[in-house]
């Protein structure tokens, strides 16, 4: 991937954030989902009184791409203000293994701090689609 494929990525991801909905953690986060079509589908965190029902960023970027067709997907960028960049939960690296685990992650704070590596090495021995004899 081009490094300035990878800095659209991460502007909007930290843009996407901008838009959370955290009025009970206040943490913040942003997603940034590139479809190997090369359309780039944005998410960020929702949360609920309810906290079951809150969703992440990453899931909600997933789920808008899969709802408009996308299934196999290239890199996400995911965009926190903490000191150390924010990983996916365990929920979203479990969901995002749907869709393959050669997905590249690429983790950043608003201090420029950035982590790259694979959601394979984030989930190793993953349960997925070929668990079910569907792969």
């Known amino acids: ?7 659209t990525l991460i502007e909007t991801a930290i843009q996407a954030r901008l838009k959370a909905y955290a009025p009970y953690s206040q943490y913040r986060v942003g997603a940034a989902l590139l479809g190997k079509s090369g359309r ?4 960020c965190n929702v949360e609920n009184a309810s906290f079951g029902a809150t969703i992440c960023a990453e899931r909600t970027a997933a789920v808008k ?3 408009e067709g996308e299934k196999s997907f290239q890199a996400l960028v995911v965009a926190t203000d903490g000191q150390e960049p924010g990983a996916p939960c365990g929920i979203c690296r479990q ?3 749907e869709f393959g685990l050669d997905l ?5 704070n608003l201090n ?3 982590v790259e590596t694979t959601l394979a090495q984030y989930l190793p021995g993953a349960f997925g689609p070929k668990n ?4």
């Open 1 to 7: 991937m081009e490094e300035s494929q990878k800095q």
């Open 40 to 43: 780039i589908y944005s998410g």
């Open 65 to 67: 791409a899969v709802s």
């Open 95 to 97: 969901f995002l293994a």
């Open 104 to 108: 590249i992650l690429i983790l950043v």
């Open 112 to 114: 420029g701090k950035k």
């Open 132 to 135: 079910l004899g569907n792969e």
